[in-house]
């Protein structure tokens, strides 16, 4: 293991720390697909949840953690975050502002200290996320991610 791939982990770890949050973080091969990723860490697609930046018009972010299998209601986020614009920004954008790569991103250890918003389909689940560095995971509780970062919950996803 390089040491650019320990950096994130031990930012992610300490942060998880930090605000009391058990992780376990699991070195897996590339995936090529949800579906591969899923059978590779022996979950359900849905069990692997995306952390998404979100940037609002006046450039600042938000995290948006949504289940594999689907993706963002961009009227029901905006309806939920009280605003009329929302978009995905360019990867650099996205690195600039959590201090992870795409792919990667997670809230836990962002360089940005940004507000989260989960779908509500991962209360109650063991999730795999990313882990801050390429060929990792994460896994967590949905609840205790949700506790530990006063994430708001609602319905903000729709079937891919």
Do not use: C
Not at 39 to 57: D, M, N, Q
Not at 115 to 127: C, N, T
Request: aromatic fraction near 6%; glycine fraction near 8%; charged fraction near 25%.
């Amino acid at each position: 293991m390089t040491d650019d791939a320990r950096v994130p982990h031990s930012r992610v770890r300490d942060a998880a720390a930090a605000r009391g949050l058990e992780i376990e973080i699991r070195e897996r091969p590339v995936a090529r697909s949800l579906d591969e990723a899923a059978a590779v860490l022996g979950i359900l697609p849905s069990g692997i949840v995306k952390t998404l930046v979100v940037k609002r018009s006046d450039d600042t972010f938000l995290f948006a953690l949504v289940p594999g299998g689907r993706k963002i209601s961009w009227p029901k986020l905006r309806a939920v975050v009280g605003v009329n614009r929302l978009k995905l920004p360019e990867a650099e954008v996205a690195l600039a502002a959590t201090g992870y790569e795409r792919g990667t991103i997670v809230p836990i250890g962002s360089t940005g200290d940004w507000p989260v918003f989960a779908d509500e389909s991962i209360r109650g689940q063991r999730i795999a996320m990313g882990a801050g560095a390429h060929g990792y995971s994460l896994f967590v509780e949905a609840d205790a991610l949700i506790a530990a970062y006063d994430a708001t919950v609602a319905d903000i996803s729709e079937p891919e």
